[in-house]
């Protein structure tokens, strides 16, 4: 069943592969990308406690997940519960430091948080070094730098997204 969710057509149907994820769960309790992908359809089909649930138990099979915990903490912000998005982020992290998701949503957390703004410009720079090519990062990142009063280098990061391969000429 796993095998058939991962080879169907891009064109299939949300819940087409729900089934097909849900179906390698009950064969498998133990089948953690099963359980990862349970929950991203689950979280992008509007059913985020559902999705929660996915990635629970999924952790319950793989405690140090750090994609379960990634994908967990996006369903948290969507929710609005960042405070616990941060956490299941900051866990990703410690699975799994060069998760550059992890660290990225990190910082956009930090900022809804109202934390303070050095910490999320950390989190993002970091991200930066493991995924240099990532425009919304760099753009996160100038808007840290522009609500902290550093303007030159809020241009420049906006400068480096103009940088990147395929940015507009």
């Not at 796993?2 to 089934?19: C, F, H, I, Q």
């Not at 430091?97 to 900022?111: D, F, I, Y």
């Not at 950390?122 to 990142?141: G, I, K, V």
């Not at 550093?150 to 103009?162: G, N, P, T, V």
């Amino acid at each position: 069943w796993l095998a058939r969710a991962n080879d169907e057509p891009p064109n299939a149907s949300l819940e087409a592969l729900l089934v097909d994820y849900a179906a390698a769960v009950a064969l498998d309790a133990h089948t953690v990308e099963a359980w990862r992908e349970l929950g991203v359809g689950l979280t992008l089909w509007g059913r985020p406690e559902p999705a929660l649930r996915a990635y629970e138990l999924g952790l319950a099979a793989a405690p140090g997940d750090s994609m379960l915990l990634t994908h967990r903490g996006v369903t948290l912000m969507r929710m609005d519960r960042a405070a616990e998005a941060l956490d299941s982020w900051d866990r990703a992290i410690a699975a799994d430091p060069a998760n550059a998701t992890a660290w990225k949503n990190r910082g956009a957390a930090l900022v809804r948080l109202e934390r303070p703004l050095e910490e999320a410009l950390e989190a993002f720079a970091r991200a930066l070094e493991l995924q240099p090519n990532d425009a919304r990062t760099c753009y996160s990142r100038a808007e840290c730098e522009r609500k902290l009063g550093r303007q030159a280098e809020a241009i420049a990061s906006l400068k480096r997204i103009l940088a990147l391969p395929g940015a507009p000429d």
